[in-house]
């Protein structure tokens, strides 16, 4: 075991700031490989998915022995050519999936948009009718504080 502090440092250099500079020579070539653009574009999206998903399950394996040097070992395979990784996981696993459950995923992610929206919304009147409110207030405050000063004065 290589210790979590070392094993998080290869994770951050080997999974996410090697492949992104790598990704950023491939898309600021004169002329981009499209090849290349699909794998960076595949990796990307197995990394974001497997974040979410880590996230959602942190708690449950997060504690296993040799947790973070497995993830390193993914996140090696996904990226080395020799074993096509990315293409094998993105393929056979996480394309047939998504495209099976594609128009429900739209529309799911289409109703929480729809429903960020209104509670944006409501936030925002909220907020607008307190600080119309308190706006309100500081008026009344000073104009009775300088009418009275103003009697005081005469």
């Avoid at 990307?44 to 942190?58: K, N, P, Q, S, Y």
Wanted: net charge positive; aromatic share 16%.
């Amino acid at each position: 075991m290589m210790g979590s502090f070392l094993s998080r440092a290869l994770l951050m250099v080997f999974g996410y700031a090697y492949p992104a500079y790598e990704c950023f020579k491939s898309v600021e070539r004169k002329t981009p490989e499209i090849n290349q653009l699909l794998f960076w574009c595949q990796y990307w999206i197995l990394v974001a998915m497997f974040t979410v998903g880590e996230r959602v399950g942190d708690a449950f394996i997060s504690w296993l022995p040799m947790y973070n040097e497995a993830k390193l070992a993914f996140f090696i395979y996904l990226r080395y050519p020799k074993t096509k990784g990315t293409s094998y996981v993105y393929n056979i696993l996480l394309r047939p999936y998504v495209s099976k459950h594609e128009t429900e995923i739209d529309r799911n992610l289409l109703e929480v948009n729809v429903k960020a929206k209104e509670i944006g919304l409501l936030l925002w009147q909220e907020a607008a009718s307190y600080g119309h409110t308190k706006f309100c207030d500081i008026l009344l405050y000073f104009s009775t504080h300088s009418a009275s000063l103003a009697r005081k004065a005469l």
